[in-house]
């Protein structure tokens, strides 16, 4: 079906304009995620990189820029999007952009909303006349979230699923195929219960590890069967605690 151009923010400058901490490696880890979803849905996903060889822009039938936000005030928190309202697919683009804010926000991102082109970055972002020459009907530069604000980041970095998933309803909306069903929203979990759950699969999981590689005996052997018995009796505590029928 369509043609997506996926731009990493950023990837792989050292140097220059290099994006906000953790915001290149967020923007990778974010296509991996995406690529075989877009895929599935019927879609080819191209990966774009900051500064493309030669200038050269793909041909493409929609466009993303990927990017996280970042600011000295870690209050900050909020995503944002941007097009450019000087090109003939203005109107379009801001169709796009308006629908991927509501699939972002409906799959459970808890930042708020910041003004569409807020920043004179977001209006004019450079790859976004390039990519609209290269046949992109809808083109925009999105801004996630701050992941210099603790709570957006966390969710962000917890939910990489969750956001190329609502990216892929997004694409589906506009250009046709199978978008991915929402993800069930675990955020209602606290986060002791998390870090504690985390903590007990790590356990076992290095515990297995350690079977498979014959470095074994029966006393591990039996460290494994104590720690699944524990995770069954806490994971009985967290379903007492959501109210799930057992």
Same mark, same amino acid.
Request: glycine residues 8%; proline residues 5%; contains cysteine.
């Given at each position: ?93 801001? *169709?796009?952009?308006?629908?991927? /804010?509501?699939?972002?926000?409906? *799959? ?18 450079? *790859? ?44 589906? *909306? ?19 219960? /998390? ?52």
């Amino acid at each position: 079906m369509a043609r997506i151009g996926c731009q990493l923010g950023h990837v792989p400058r050292k140097t220059g304009i290099t994006g906000t901490g953790g915001e290149q490696e967020y923007v990778q880890r974010l296509f991996t995620a995406l690529e075989p979803k877009l895929k599935a849905a019927g879609h080819t996903p191209i990966k774009i990189l900051a500064d493309p060889e030669d200038g050269v822009y793909p041909a493409m039938d929609a466009f993303f820029a990927f990017h996280c936000d970042g600011n000295d005030n870690h209050s900050a928190r909020g995503c944002s999007f941007g097009f450019r309202t000087d090109l003939p697919n203005a109107t379009a683009s801001k *169709a796009f952009g308006d629908r991927w /804010r509501f699939e972002h926000a409906a *799959a459970g991102y808890p930042g708020g909303n910041r003004p569409t082109n807020n920043t004179d970055d977001l209006a004019h972002y450079y *790859a976004l006349r390039p990519a609209t020459n290269k046949g992109a009907k809808r083109a925009i530069c999105i801004e996630f979230g701050f992941l210099t604000n603790k709570d957006d980041n966390d969710w962000l970095i917890a939910n990489v699923g969750a956001v190329a998933d609502a990216l892929v309803r997004t694409v589906v *909306a506009f250009f046709g195929g199978t978008a991915p069903p929402p993800q069930e929203d675990l955020s209602i979990v606290d986060k002791q219960t /998390r870090e504690f759950l985390d903590a007990q699969f790590k356990t076992v999981h290095e515990d297995f590890v350690t079977v498979l590689r014959g470095k074994t005996h029966k006393g591990n052997l039996d460290n494994i069967v104590n720690i699944v018995t524990q995770l069954q009796n806490d994971m009985k505590l967290v379903k007492q605690k959501l109210n799930i029928p057992s």
